[in-house]
């Protein structure tokens, strides 16, 4: 059984960053895509990005398109998401979670895709 654990999160002044970390137990962690989601106060789950098993393959939401970048180390079984030049707006909870092995992200951005979510990690942006 995998699970992931997010950490990372805090209070950040607007155009700062700040990086999450996704920390996922079990040997198949590095056989799975590895997506991020947000959720901010009564709005729906939505998409961040995602990152292919072997790290070579990253895709992104347009609204952190060129701020957020995700990168991953297998041999420690995490995932990070670095968010540079944060605004109000990116003020959610943040979770990870796992979907099955691809190299087409452009087809896993709908959170019923994905397993194994984490419990989330809040992150918020002053303005």
């Known amino acids: 059984q995998v699970q992931v654990v997010e950490s990372g999160g805090g209070l950040v002044q607007a155009g700062g960053s700040r990086r999450l970390s996704c920390a996922g137990s079990?040997?198949?962690?590095?056989?799975?895509?590895v997506g991020w989601f947000r959720q901010a106060p009564g709005k729906e789950r939505e998409f961040v990005g995602a990152?292919?098993?072997?790290?070579?393959?990253?895709y992104y939401a347009n609204s952190v398109k060129g701020r957020f970048t995700i990168s991953r180390d297998n041999d420690k079984n995490t995932v990070y998401l670095q968010m540079n030049s944060l605004k109000p707006e990116d003020t959610a909870v943040y979770y990870c979670a796992l979907t099955y092995r691809t190299d087409t992200l452009v087809l896993v951005t709908e959170s019923y895709q994905y397993n194994h979510w984490g419990q989330g990690t809040q992150v918020t942006v002053s303005s």
């Open positions: 079990g040997r198949a962690f590095n056989t799975y895509t």
């Open positions: 990152i292919s098993w072997s790290g070579s393959n990253s």
